[in-house]
């Protein structure tokens, strides 16, 4: 497995693999890798010739006072899991090799991909610039690149579906494949953000998935209108004293704009800041013809 720290190595080693005939795949990660990115990386093992996997914790997508100076840097661990798994590739660049002006040069980028509407609700209003900061890095991995798949997990959903809408609209011909959420075995979705919980605090970070659950019995039960579902969430995670909703919504789940009834296919997404860490979860409700 190589690992390169240059876009020169990188487009030196993807020239070679796709002179050879290779289906190129990207993971695209910021470290700190769990179980649910090595699922990705697992696929694009599975199912392309060539495995990229970039660690890059991007400065651009964190707001300031955001995490990007505690965010986990475990690159030792990380790269011993990619080879396990047979990732061809890493790619880790320094941050000056993504954004050559940082630091010196504020007016580096320039050039900045903005994804509108899809971005207009969920972590768009809670984390503003940080989907400009996803797509701009995101778009320049693929140019560096060039992969024919990339693989993206379903648990940062906004985040799939505004990756999905900057391919299409910006004609890159990669095809987006979303993996689903994998999660420990009491339910909570696997973060590289679960690492800053305490154990009380890992105790009630529970409650994301005990609110979506609770949704979901609703709607099998035969509720159609979203407040009261939303409100019975609230509910859920009002029970758990250092849980703090930043949001809870229902919203269609292309566009991912706001919906007031329940007509499948629509996502139910929250975001909870529990203790230090603000983490996020949703579920997808399906049409019943279409679940498996
Ligand atoms: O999901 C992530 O880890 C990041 O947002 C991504 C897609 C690697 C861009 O920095």
Known sequence: MIIAQTIAQVRQNITDARQKGKVIGLVPTMGGLHQGHYSLIRRCVEECDYTAVSIFVNPTQFAPGEDLKGYPRTFEADSEGCKDLDADLIFAPASEEIYPGQGTDPSDPLTWIHVEKVTSHLCGTSRPGHFRGVCTVVAKLFN???????????????????????????????????????????GLAMSTRNKYLDSEQRKQALCLNKALKRAEEMIVAGQKNCQPVID????????????????????????????????????????VQVGPARLIDNILVVPTDKKQ
């Open 144 to 186: 560096i690149i060039q992969p024919d798949i990339a693989y993206f997990g379903q648990k940062d959903a906004q985040q799939l579906a505004v990756i999905r809408q900057m391919t299409k609209d910006l004609n890159f011909p990669i095809e987006i494949i979303g993996c689903p959420i994998v999660r420990e075995k009491d």
């Open 232 to 271: 019975e969430m609230t509910k859920v995670i009002q029970q758990y004293p250092q849980a703090k909703v930043d949001y809870i919504s229902i919203v269609d789940s292309d566009l991912l704009q706001p919906v007031t009834r329940i007509v499948p296919p629509v996502l139910i997404a929250l975001a």
